[in-house]
């Protein structure tokens, strides 16, 4: 079966081991990279209508808004106010908000616990692991939840 693994993570060295590592797992899946809250937030737009959504998002918690350069995208509010912290919080919850995207599973990939995330878990299709040089407990949770989608 072939499918597509979102990863969301702008430190370089972690997307590409993480990367590195899908790819090696699950060869017949496309594995694809943003880097940025801004690149989710434009990507999130043409996911809604597209063919082939991704079949699980590892998403980083901790993300930058977008890469510094004279064109960078102006903020929204909620990011000025809020920060980098709960980028990727806002990246999922704007998943879950959406009808056309809820059904993805979200993997919150971070070095934070799941208590430091402070939110109320959304729905069965949301799940915290914590960053780890082991990386077969992703591997297994990643299996996992592409199983359950064939079901």
């Not at 370089?12 to 017949?28: A, G, N, V």
């Not at 509010?77 to 959406?98: H, P, T, W």
Request: with cysteine; net charge negative; proline share 7%.
């Amino acid at each position: 079966m072939s499918g597509k693994i979102l990863v969301v993570e702008d430190d370089y060295l972690q997307s590409e081991w993480l990367i590195e590592k899908l790819k090696e797992e699950f060869p017949d899946y496309e594995i694809e990279l943003l880097c940025t809250e801004s690149d989710f937030y434009r990507y999130h737009a043409g996911i809604v209508n597209a063919e082939k959504k991704p079949d699980v998002v590892l998403m980083d918690v901790m993300l930058s808004w977008a890469d510094p350069s004279p064109n960078m995208p102006e903020p929204p509010e909620e990011v000025k106010q809020k920060g980098f912290y709960e980028a990727g919080l806002r990246c999922r919850n704007m998943m879950i908000s959406d009808p056309k995207t809820r059904d993805i599973h979200v993997v919150l990939y971070t070095q934070l616990e799941n208590s430091d995330l402070r939110e109320a878990d959304p729905g069965n299709n949301y799940m915290h692991l914590r960053k780890d040089a082991n990386i077969v407990p992703l591997l297994q949770k990643i299996s996992s939840l592409l199983e359950k989608k064939r079901i």
